[in-house]
């Protein structure tokens, strides 16, 4: 399961005095996520490190990060491992950090930027992911009312209906309940032959 956030999100706190702020934001694109990064780094120009990770796809396909500075494997590396174990994609997080004058160490690092992710993630709004298939139907006119109500039952939604000699209905339905529904129309076309369906 794979979920999106549905608004920016900025988390601060400090740690053993140096300040982090975590920016957590929506991306679907290389080019957007570089875009986030340059506003991030000119919003706080006079950081210490503006570290990120970012993860692209539906299914998460995409990752990237980067310790801006940072020891290598102690900022980047945890602020992805965070994303990844809430599960959330199209996304970038930005942390940014203001060195306070007490070194954290390795360990400390990890834990700061890895906490700070977290914080930030468990304060924005989370929505799953889902995704749709699309299908297409013909119908007379006399079955209008009785697949309405069929199709209610595996939750499709009708995108749009054309009226001409027969009934066209072009619908989605979420993936997890797409067995329901074909199994649903092969049971219409069984018992009613002037019924038609594709997969767009």
Do not use: W
């Not at 957590?24 to 570089?34: E, G, K, Q």
């Not at 000119?42 to 990770?53: D, F, R």
């Not at 998460?60 to 602020?79: L, Q, V, Y």
């Not at 209905?169 to 009613?192: G, T, V």
């Amino acid at each position: 399961m794979k979920y999106i956030i549905n608004d920016d999100t900025v988390y601060e706190e400090k740690i053993q005095k140096s300040k982090f702020i975590g920016h957590l934001m929506y991306i679907n694109s290389f080019d957007m996520a570089r875009e986030k990064i340059k506003e991030i780094n000119k919003m706080h120009s006079s950081a210490t490190h503006n570290c990120h990770a970012y993860i692209l796809g539906d299914n998460a396909e995409t990752t990237f990060f980067s310790d801006a500075g940072e020891p290598n494997g102690t900022a980047g590396k945890p602020i992805l491992n965070m994303m990844n174990r809430y599960e959330i994609t199209n996304v970038i997080c930005v942390v940014t950090r203001y060195y306070g004058g007490i070194k954290l160490g390795v360990r400390g690092l990890i834990d700061a930027y890895g906490s700070i992710t977290e914080r930030t993630i468990l304060s924005a709004e989370r929505v799953k992911l889902i995704h749709y298939s699309d299908y297409s139907c013909e119908i007379q006119y006399d079955f209008y009312d009785i697949f309405i109500a069929k199709i209610t039952t595996v939750n499709a939604k009708i995108k749009e209906t054309i009226y001409q000699d027969k009934i066209k209905i072009n619908l989605s339905i979420e993936i997890d309940n797409e067995d329901d529904m074909k199994n649903l129309f092969d049971r219409i076309k069984n018992n009613n032959k002037n019924f038609q369906y594709e997969k767009l």
